[in-house]
């Protein structure tokens, strides 16, 4: 266990979910805050936070995926 203890922060990673159109929005910030390692978008959430639940193919929606 103490060695897994030493080893464990240089080994997990921090990961978000970026899930609002205000998120994506904000996304250089949000980057920013320290030890976030990755985010990801949540698609479905992300649409709905726009008005386009389950318009995956809307131009709105794949324009913020993009960002």
Same mark, same amino acid.
């Given at each position: 266990?103490?060695?897994?203890?030493?080893?464990?922060?240089?080994?997990?990673?921090? #990961?978000? %979910?970026?899930?609002?159109?205000? =998120? *994506?929005?904000?996304?250089?910030?949000? #980057?920013? %805050?320290?030890?976030?390692?990755? =985010? *990801?978008?949540?698609?479905?959430?992300?649409?709905?936070?726009?008005?386009?639940?389950?318009?995956?193919?809307?131009?709105?929606?794949?324009?913020?995926?993009?960002?």
């Amino acid at each position: 266990m103490q060695d897994y203890m030493a080893a464990a922060d240089d080994e997990m990673i921090c #990961m978000i %979910t970026i899930e609002h159109v205000e =998120a *994506v929005n904000r996304m250089d910030e949000i #980057m920013a %805050t320290p030890g976030i390692d990755l =985010a *990801v978008i949540g698609p479905g959430d992300l649409a709905t936070s726009i008005n386009k639940r389950g318009q995956m193919d809307d131009p709105e929606l794949l324009e913020l995926i993009a960002r």
